[in-house]
């Protein structure tokens, strides 16, 4: 068995680390606070907030940023590598023509009083009328 833990950062992000001198600290780094699923407390924060920033391309690989909103708990995780999203973009929003089975999204959460973040980065399993 391998117990080399691959590097959670994409090979992008690694180029610049190295321009920049600091790889091998933010591997370190990287490795203590990346995982590839949510720690329970994360899954509870997402469901108390009421709206989420998205970060996503459009068909044409533009960038976008958008917000989705809604009453909390608006926003569900009954698995760690789920989460659940019953709000849909504004009209206008470019995000609405994204939202597509395999897009790859940013998300971040944000609890305004305490500035408390989580950044989450994603793939649409699902589209429903809801979200």
């Known amino acids: 068995m391998n117990n080399v833990i691959e590097s959670p950062f994409h090979p992008g992000e690694k180029k610049v680390q190295a321009r920049l001198g600091g790889s091998e600290k933010m591997e370190r780094f990287g490795r ?35 917000i989705l909103f809604n009453q909390p708990p608006f926003m569900s995780s009954a698995h760690n590598q789920h989460l659940l999203i019953n709000a849909k973009p504004v009209e206008g929003d470019p995000l609405a023509k994204s939202l ?3 897009r790859r999204l940013g998300l ?24």
């Open 108 to 131: 971040l959460g944000i609890e305004l009083e305490t500035r408390r973040r989580n950044r989450l980065s994603a793939y649409i399993n699902q589209v429903s009328a809801q979200g």
């Open 100 to 102: 597509h089975t395999g």
């Open 32 to 66: 203590q606070v990346i995982r590839d699923y949510m720690p329970e407390q994360h899954q509870q924060f997402f469901t108390q907030l009421p709206f989420v920033l998205v970060a996503h391309a459009d068909d044409s690989g533009f960038p976008w940023a958008s």
